[in-house]
């Protein structure tokens, strides 16, 4: 653990916390002279402790777009260090910027995480997420440094490259998306490489992935390797908000002395109780530059409540089962693309490579499934599992998915940033195609 003291707080202590923490920033964002904090706090009463937190009203995304690019910081420009930004799907970029002690508190939360995913000073740490205003590479990196381990820079792309500074620095902790992570499996594998890597764990996000992804790069780095789980997003500070522990995989350790969750309806925005799924929503307890208050994520999850062998006494929350926008509807049933990922992926005949294609050329829209076979041994027995693969969907959803078994290596690979999984088609040219450029 990287701080234990606080990691391990009684609950009754760690409530006590967050609510002194909401309550000095709330005081320090009434202080501010920021226009958009002033409309924001006007009208709200009292804050004392975290109970008062719903009288707060929500934050939404399309804020972000309405201040862009620096309306919502709550301390002057000249005190900012650093700012991050993530794509928007349409037009601007949502802007993000730290002050000094915000960039230490990215540092302290990843550090944690990596720490609970196995992380010790004694590692080399190869960063393969991105580096640049995408908050993956960065925030990943200062926490590694803060744990005192070996960091090593990598960045996204060059699949051929990485794998030889793998097994050259002797890395043995692995800090990329779950699709990258597998395809430097796989390259490491094509390669011959192997035997000389010795990675022991790694910490994948930034995109959702199963449980049978999960599998799938355990078993492509080899069984003893432990593959957990990061989340966060560049709105509340980036990477570092809710991580698996290796200990207990299952569900994330959410850093609540620093971000404060809450589940709620995605269609009213009414509270619901643990256990029960619904939209994520954070608040920032200790942010400066630019905190969020009761932050929309969009994101589907569930608190799984508290109490964990590692010793951890944070909530846990639920391993991401999508967006609320991520939610295809084929003739009016709902389906979330990570639902048919998991089911694809149940299955050990097939590679952790997969697409799903919306056909929306005709009126009535189809789904299709695009997967391949795990290896080549396998090509004779394509038929029998692709019968099973297609009665194991039809047996769990209620919609007809078209199952197209490829050879491995089929589908194209993506070496930079997040794994695109689902494509629309429109017209006769094949979405995927996209990807060969
Ligand atoms: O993806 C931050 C990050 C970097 C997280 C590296 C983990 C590792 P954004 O680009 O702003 O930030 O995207 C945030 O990605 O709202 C989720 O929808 C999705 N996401 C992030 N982590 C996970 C995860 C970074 N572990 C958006 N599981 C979030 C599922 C995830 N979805």
Redo the contacts with the bound molecule.
Sequence with gaps: MFLPEIETLPPTELKKLQGERLSGLIERLRASDAEYWKKKLNGIGSVASIEDLPSIPFTSKSEFRDQYPTGMLAVPLRDVVRVHA?SGTSGKPTIVGYNAADVALFGEVNARCLAACGGTPDDVIHVA?GYGL???GL??HYGAEALGAVTVPASGGNAVFQVGLLADLGATGLAATPSFALRLAEQAAADGRLADIRLRWGIH?????SEGFREKIQEAWGGDYDAC???????VI??GVAAECYQNKGGLHILEDHFYPEIVDPDTGEPLPDGELGELVLTTLTRQAQPVLRYR???ITRILGAGCPCGRTSRRIDR?QG?VDDMLIIRGINVYPRTIESLLLDDPCISGQFAIVVDRRSTMVELEARVELADSSLVPRREEILNRLKKHLADTLRVRVEVLLGDPGSIPRQDTGKAKRVFVRVDDTDPLAALLH
């Design positions: 993530s997420y995408f908050t993956g925030g990943v996000g930034a995109e959702p992935w789980d990061l989340y966060g997003l560049s709105e980036g990477p994520t969009r994101d991401f967006r």
